[in-house]
Each structure stands twice: as C-alpha cells, then as structure tokens.
C-alpha cells in the first residue's frame, strides 16, 4: 500500500459567496491540505466536520509530515482563523509536523490575534443531577421563606415605628406625595374596580336565583346578594384587584429606583426612605381601599338588584325591603373593616419587594411578580384569619 | 457609494420638536478608519450614532451603510446588516439573564445552528479576544465590575466578526489605566481584524492615542480632520475643546505615549 494515494474531494455546500473549502491528499507519511474558499462563521459547522475527518486520517501518522496549503482562502475572519489555529495545534498535539505557510498579510495578523489570545475553554459548571439537586432546591427555598419572612417582619416594624414617629408629628408627612398616591391607587382604580364588582353581583344574583328557585325561595337571592357582597366579595377581590394593579406599581416604581441608584441617594441625602417612598403609598392605600371596597359594594349590590329585577321580577323597592331585613350596619362594617389591614399588607409587601431589587431589569420583573403573589396570598390568609376573629366574636 | 467608504451621510436633518439638532449634516467615514465623534452635550453624538445603527430614523437626509440605503431596506438585507456590524452600548447593553458566554452565543446562534462544543470554543475565542479572562465565561453580567462588562459587550460585538464597530463611549467610566487599555485593545483589534470604528466618546486621550480622524458636531454640522487640523481650525468651541487644561494634557501624554502604541498589543 505504499503508493495508494487517499484522496478525500470536498463537495462544498450550496451555500451563496464562495464556500469555504478543506480536501486533502495523503502520500505515505504525507498529508497535503489545501483550505480554500471562505474560511469565515457562515462555513463554521461544514469546515469543523471536515477538520474533524483530518484528525481522524492523521491520528496514525506520528512522525509524518502535514502540509497545509493557505492559497486558496478568499475570505478568513477570526473564527476561520482560529479553526486553522486548533487544526494546527491539535495536528501537533498527535505527533506530527505540520507546516502551514502564511502568504497573506492580513491573514498572517488575524491567525497571530487568535494565537496570542491562546484561550482555555472553561468547563461549564455541572448541575447536580436529579434528587440531590431537589433536595438541594427544597432546602434553600426552606431557608429562603424562613429568612424573608424574618425580613418582612423587620420591615414592618420598622414602617411601623416611622408610621407613629410621623403621626405624632404629622408636619413630616408628605402631603404631594400621598395626594399623588391616592389619585393613582383609588381615582385610577374606580372604573376596573366598579366593573368587576358589578359584574360579581349580577353573576352572583344569577346563580343565586337558578338553586333558590328550586326551593321556591326567589326572594332569599337578595339575601345572598347582600350579605356576600357587603362581608367578603366586595373587600375581597377590591383588595386582589388593587394587589395585582398598585402592589405591582408599588414594586416597580421602587424597583426602577433601586436600580437607578435614587434609594442610594435618598438615604446619602440623609433621608429616611420608608418616609419618603413607603409611607405616602401605604397611607394613600389604606383610605384608597375602604373607599373603594364601599364604591364595590355599592356597584355590587346595583348589579345584584338589576338580575334580581331581569330575572325575579324583583323591583328595586322589593329588594330594598328585602336587603333591609337581610343585612343590618354590622354586615357592612365587617366588610369594610378589613380594608385597611389588606391594605397596610399590599403596600407593605409591594414597597417591601421594590426596596429588595438589586442590580439588573431583571430582578425589577422577579420581585414584582413576587410582590403580587405574596400580597395575594396574604390577603387571603388574613381574611380567613378574621372570619375565625368574627365567628369567635359572634358576628 | 466607492470601495473605499463605510458609511456615507448626506444632508441629514434631525428634528425634536421645534428644536434643531443636525442641518445638512454630511459625513463619511472611510473603511479602517477609527473616526471620533465629539461634540458638546446636546449636539447629537448618540442621536448620529442611533441614526446610522437604524434604530431612529432622521427627519431628512441619505445614511448609506456598506453600500446599504438604511431608508430603503426590506427584512432580508437587515438581517445581513447586521450581520456586519457589532455595537457597544455605554455600559454593555448585556442580557442580564444569560452568562457572558450565552450573550456571545445569541447573535450567534440566530446566525446559524452549531454544535455546542463549537458555540462554546467560540465564545471563549471572542471572550478572550476581548480581553477577558476565561473564568468570566459563565459570570452574570451583575457579576462584573464596569470595565470588564465593557469588555464582555465588545465580545459580543465581536461575534459575528463585524465589519464595523460602533462604540457609544466606549471609556466612559473606566480608570486612566483601564481606559488606556480598553483603547489599546480597540486599535489591537482594529487593526488585526482590519474593522472600521465610530467611536463616541469624550475622553480626549482616547481622541489623541487611537483616532485615525475625528468628527466634530459644531453648529449642527460635522467638522471632519485630524486632532492637528481641528486644533488649528478657527472654531471657538473646538479651539475650548482641543486647548483647555484637559486638551493639552491629553495631547501632551499621546506626544509622550506614541512610540508604546507602535508596539503590537
């Protein structure tokens, strides 16, 4: 077999603008190379196959000679310069001489820049495989929750030491701020507010008066309209609304602060920053929600009386009469008692969660959707916390 | 549009509001060239630079870009503009939630498919030809400090071997000796990877040690010369520019720091 020539032919690929090109020639103990074509990022995957068939022709040839011919190349970038590079050093990593003269100038610079800049690819760091990696996943979020919700009980008391330092002194509050607030947290919020509550009414009404009617027991749909509004619908979702709509604005505007340095400023500016960013919104919550759970009640009941009438031939004077019996000032009252406190939670956990961004956009998007989760989530674990208060008490 | 020019700008207008900002602006800047834009604050740089990258477009006037009318152009010759072309927002502009490497890789692989030994071979290659060591690979952005998210996003503009770089202040925020060598850097590669370079910027020794010629935005057009035909023009703002404490310092030290730079980085 000493005069068997191997040839490998490079079909090219149908690529536009001169491909880039790699066919070899193999004499005994002599590889001639010729690279030709655009050696340049478009031609990447078809060039490293071809290398990689080289590797394996010369992989028996230690002690031979391979010789790579440049001629060809019409176009070379760095990524085509650095494949020749790794054709060279790995050739002679197997033992074999390779001579690959430069004739170009230009592409003389580009191979010496990737050779200077002779890199190590780091290995990527390995994730730790399945239960290990949940083991280790559950525990830190168990660590996590313990710590945050340690965290959230500092800042808590800590807005509500500044919540009584500004009550005694009332001058330190910041009225523009707090108006701005409350235009955005309430004004803003009645119409979305005032439709879903109104909607609620008319689909509790409707339903209410589907299983009543059964029982012969239309009338009692005024009843139900009334107490579930007044004591949990009403309160309930104003405050989810309000959490998803100025908890999330709440987290983003402070979050967007954060990321732009101003919390750094307003605290070297010697100012105290649950004064200046938290408390405004948290007051402006705390009379936007009551207000707004009433406005809901109201819209509520409007909608539970207009399916009553469409539906029941209830007049509005009937089921006036009726919720008159139904409900007495308590019912309201436990509704409306609670806004304040989902309120205090909103805006606690929203300002809160904008205060925690650090650093990228990213963690802006991370804490927001955390902020809303968390509000909710408290909302509903203090609401059923007053029902038990309630029941207890006997209202 | 000749061989010999990588972008071309003729009477380009920009407007906001009643407010002027370029008239009749022409420009051109030659292929391997470093050009300097310079100019006051509010004469436009960074609206020019955002006008010749297409992503404003100007009130009047013709940018031409490798041969590319960038007001007539379909998605196609776009795709492969952009192809030729890297940027290097002020502070990197990386993807906050990728690694340096996946912010190498992305213009990447929308490029084309690659095995993932070759994307990581490569992003090492462009990782390390910015400067940067290989353990910042797999680093977060929030991870770096500023010189070296600079360095991160000139890798990334480096991904696709560009034929031209735009740099938006590119030693903006860096160290004297950061900076210093940022601009060795840019030469370096300028010169081996034969790139053209517009560079924003405002530090008068990057002007003096790398700019092969400098645009100034005077009077809402641009001055083009060298650094020594702009000292001796008869602007008042360019004679404040170039002959301030600032100026003659920064052109003192290039006087003493030319014969480092014919060294090869």
Request: charged share 20%; aromatic share 6%.
């Amino acid at each position: 077999m000493t005069s068997a020539a191997i040839t490998g032919a490079d079909a090219g690929v149908m690529e536009p603008a001169r491909p880039g090109k790699l066919e070899w020639r193999r004499e005994d103990t002599t590889l001639t190379v010729s690279a030709g074509g655009g050696w340049t990022f478009d031609h990447l995957p078809h060039l490293d196959r071809r290398q990689a068939e080289i590797l394996n022709l010369a992989t028996d040839m230690r002690g031979g000679t391979v010789l790579i011919g440049l001629g060809g190349i019409t176009a070379m970038d760095t990524s085509g310069a650095w494949l020749l590079h790794r054709l060279q050093s790995r050739l002679t990593a197997l033992g074999v001489r390779v001579e690959m003269p430069i004739g170009d100038e230009r592409h003389r610079a580009l191979l010496a820049e990737v050779q200077r800049v002779a890199f190590d690819v780091p290995t990527e760091p390995a994730l730790p495989g399945g239960l290990i990696r949940l083991v280790n996943e559950l525990g830190k979020g168990a660590i996590d929750a313990v710590v945050e919700g340690a965290r959230l009980l500092s800042f808590f008391g800590w807005t509500v030491l500044t919540l009584i330092r500004s009550l005694v002194s009332p001058g330190r509050l910041r009225l523009t701020s707090l108006t701005h607030h409350l235009e955005q947290t309430c004004l803003h919020a009645l119409p979305i507010v005032g439709l879903i509550a109104f909607l609620i009414g008319v689909v509790m009404a409707y339903q209410g008066a589907d299983q009543l009617r059964r029982f012969g027991a239309e009338i009692f749909t005024v009843d139900l309209v009334g107490v579930s509004v007044l004591r949990e619908i009403g309160i309930l979702l104003t405050a989810i609304v309000v959490a998803g709509r100025s908890g999330s604005a709440f987290t983003a505007e402070i979050g967007a602060m954060a990321v732009n340095q101003e919390i750094d400023a307003i605290k070297t500016l010697g100012l105290d920053v649950v004064e200046v960013l938290v408390l405004p919104r948290m007051l402006a919550l705390m009379i936007a929600l009551p207000l707004l759970a009433f406005f809901a009640d109201i819209l509520g009941l409007f909608g539970g009386g207009l399916m009553a009438w469409v539906v029941l031939d209830i007049t509005p004077g009937q089921f006036l009469n009726q919720l008159d019996d139904a409900i007495e000032p308590a019912t309201f009252w436990v509704g409306i008692i609670k806004a304040p406190v989902f309120a205090f939670l909103i805006a606690l956990v929203g300002c809160y969660q904008g205060l925690l961004v650090s650093g990228s956009a990213d963690s802006v998007g991370r804490n927001t959707t955390a902020s809303v989760v968390i509000s909710i989530f408290l909302v509903i674990v203090f609401d059923a916390l007053f029902s038990i208060l309630f029941s207890a008490l006997g209202v | 549009m000749d061989e010999g020019t990588a972008i071309r700008i003729r009477g380009l207008c920009t407007q906001f509001g009643a407010q002027r900002v370029h008239d009749d602006l022409d420009l051109d800047v030659r292929r391997g060239e470093i050009l300097g834009v310079v100019g006051g604050s509010g004469t436009g740089k960074s609206v020019l630079l955002r006008q010749m990258l297409g992503l404003m477009r100007p009130a009047a006037g013709q940018i031409e870009v490798l041969g590319y009318d960038l007001a007539h152009m379909g998605r196609n010759a776009w795709k492969s503009l952009r192809a030729r072309q890297g940027v290097l927002f002020q502070d990197g502009a990386l993807f906050s939630s990728l690694t340096v490497a996946q912010n190498v890789q992305a213009p990447m692989r929308e490029r084309q498919p690659l095995s993932p030994d070759l994307l990581r071979d490569l992003a090492a290659l462009k990782i390390a030809l910015a400067g940067l060591p290989p353990h910042a690979c797999d680093k977060y952005p929030s991870e770096l400090s500023g010189g070296m998210r600079k360095r991160a996003g000139l890798a990334r503009a480096l991904a696709l071997d560009p034929d031209i770089l735009f740099l938006d202040e590119p030693t903006a925020g860096l160290d004297p000796i950061g900076a210093a060598d940022f601009d060795r850097l840019i030469r370096g590669l300028q010169q081996s990877l034969g790139l053209t370079v517009v560079m924003v910027t405002h530090d008068l020794d990057s002007l003096a040690a790398i700019c092969d010629r400098i645009a100034a935005l005077v009077d809402k057009r641009a001055t083009v010369g060298t650094l020594e035909q702009l000292r001796a023009a008869d602007d008042p703002w360019l004679k404040t520019y170039f002959s301030g404490p600032r100026g003659r310092a920064a052109l003192a030290g290039d006087a003493m720091s030319k014969p480092l730079m014919d060294g090869r980085v």
